[in-house]
Structure formats: C-alpha cells, structure tokens
C-alpha cells in the first residue's frame, strides 16, 4: 500500500477533467487570438470555461482572469493594486504563503512602502481589532489575509474582513488557494476586490488558476505582451489547462457536501487513532477543531525525538507521502516559517497530513499505526 496525504500540494487529476482535457489537446488545437474557425472555437471554450467559473463565484466573467496559478494571481493582484493605485501600506499576517509574504517584502525593500503585520495567538487566529487599529490611521492601504492556512489548517473570517475593509477604504486581497473548489465562495458576500484560485488544489491540472478582480479595481497587468485576457495577461492562453480548471471547479462544487462529509471523516479518525496510540501528541494550530480548521488539512505535533530529523523520509520508506509544511518550500531545508511564528517547540516532529476524495479509512488506519509504531520504537 502506498498512502498519499499530501492533498494540500498538488491533488490527482480527475478522470473526468482529463476526458474534458483531452479534445483541447489533441483535436480543438487552434490559437484562441485567432480569427479563423480553428481559433474560433477555442475562444468560444475558453469563454464557456470563464462563464463556469464566474457562476460558482457568483460574479461576472468579465472579473475573472486566467493566469499560470496561484502564485502569479498573488502577485498580480499585490504588485499591481499598488502600482496602479498607488498604494504605500500593505497589512498581512506572517503566517501567509510566500507568494505573499515574498511579494511584500520585495515592495518593501523597494522603498517607500511600509508593510505592517497583524498580531495572532498561538494557534494563529488573527487579531482583528489590531486590524482596525492598523488601518485607522493609515493611507489608503491593501490588506493581504489567506482565507485558510496551508500548513495548519486554521481558517479566518475574510467576510468580516472584508467588512472592515470597506469601512476603511481598504483593498482586500484574500489568498484562496488552499480553499477554492472545497468550500463555497460568494464574492457578493465576501467583498473582496481580489480572490485567487489553483486548479491543481481541486484535482485540475498543474499550470493554471485564476485571478477574480472586482470590476471597481482598476489595475494594469502584471504581465506585457499581446491583447490576452481582455488586455490583463500577455501570452496566449493555456488552453487546456483553462478547460480543465473550469470542469474540476464545477465537479468540485457538484460533490462538495459528499466530499466535505468524507474528508472530515477521515481527519477526525486520523486524530483518534493518533491519540488511542500515541500519549505525546497534540495538533499545530486549529486542525483538530472541526469547522474551525480545513477539513484537508491536520498538522500533527509528535514527540521531541532524534526520529524527527529523518521523519519525512522514514515515512516515505513506510510507503506515505506526507509534507513537513509548504511544498513550496521543500528543499530549503529552513523549517516551516508558520510554525515559527506561532512558537512551536523546534524539538518536537511536525508533520502535515492533507486529504483529498480518494483516501479511504484502511489508508488512514495504516498510517496512524506506522507513526505510532515509529515513535515506539524509538522512544522505548
């Protein structure tokens, strides 16, 4: 048996998206720019996939821009918000993705802007009053706040976010990678100026998101080159990837009460068997609480041991594919920077297990069992 539990980095691909997929690929492969009936046709998909798309949103397709994923989504909507509209001040937490966090700094050490933090608690719920009070008595500003962590699961208020947002003229950017195509978004409701999604995170294919911007937003595209995407990204369009998104965001919201039951499930069984086997174990941030965390994600806290340096691998050759955190961030070998900033102990193992539709309860049972046999062993 090999378990895959690292759903919150990539997902597999759905059958059904692939059979969308590959007339794109193979048969319609004309140039959407193109006035010809090969180009044609695929323009007229690509537009049908953006209707889907803004329909579940429930929004306009005229707000909805495909880009390469979430992070060039992130980056165009921080980098231009504040060189079209000439904003100076930016608030986000530490605990973003570094498509986020990056993308400040880099504006910051670009001078003449100023980025301020929001305080949290230790399980990384964010302090809003502290919000308030940043944006009192400031320029007008943007605020950059993820709907959902990706490492710890904990998820914020971004509709009473983007409430104080608009009291104080505020652009609100929300980071909605890890929770697009799981729970339901309504901009109407929500009031952000700018969502993002990644198809990869909802079982589309790799290479392809979307950048809904508020039709108030005026921005200039972060992206040169031809006339694409009503003049907001140069480069012709991937195709295929677009097709896809739009059916695995449609299926997505089709099954999503089935899926939501299903992985919660298997997340609340996850942290039973880790407590009826294990006596030091406890859970990063708000994952163990219910609806107050991603039913996708739980980060779990295992003992200080030396089996920590290794514990990535050692599950690896157990046949369970799991994350220490980002996966974006593999290969730095610098740590998790969320966990960092809620001062989790650096002695004791952390581990994210994410989940998708296609885990089963045996999958979970096995790897409950494994790391606590690991542990055993090792602390006997």
Sequence with gaps: MRVYLDNAATTPLDKEVFEAMA????????????????????????????????????????EVFFTSGGTEADN??????????????????????????HTMEMLEKQGDFQLSYLRHDERGNLDLEHLEELLANQPRTIVSIMHANNEIGTINDIEKIGEICRKYDAVFHSDTVQ??????HDVQKIGANFLVGSAHKFHGPKGVGFLYCDASTKIQPLI????????????????????????????????MAEHQKHMQGLKDRMIYKLREQMEDVSFNGMSEFGNK??????????PASDINEMLLFSLDIAKISASGGSACSSGANAGSH???????????GSVRFSFSKYNTVEEIDYVAETVAKMYKKELA
């Design 23 to 62: 007339p794109f690929m193979l048969e319609h492969f004309g140039n959407p720019s193109s006035i010809h009936s090969h180009g044609r046709e695929v323009r007229a998909a690509i537009e049908k996939a953006r209707r889907t798309v803004a329909t579940l949103l429930n929004t306009s397709p005229a």
């Design 76 to 101: 165009a909507a921080i980098v231009c918000s504040c060189r079209s509209l000439g904003i100076k001040h930016a608030i986000t937490t530490k605990l973003e993705h570094h498509a986020v966090l």
């Design 179 to 184: 929770t697009m195509g799981h729970y339901v």
């Design 224 to 255: 040169q080159g031809g006339a694409q995407e009503r003049n907001m990204r140069g480069g012709t369009e991937n195709v295929y990837g677009i097709i896809g998104l739009a059916k695995a965001l449609e299926i997505a919201y089709r099954d």
């Design 293 to 302: 965390s991603l039913y996708t994600v739980l980060n779990v806290s295992l």
């Design 338 to 348: 969320v966990l960092r900033a809620l001062g989790v102990d650096p002695s004791r």
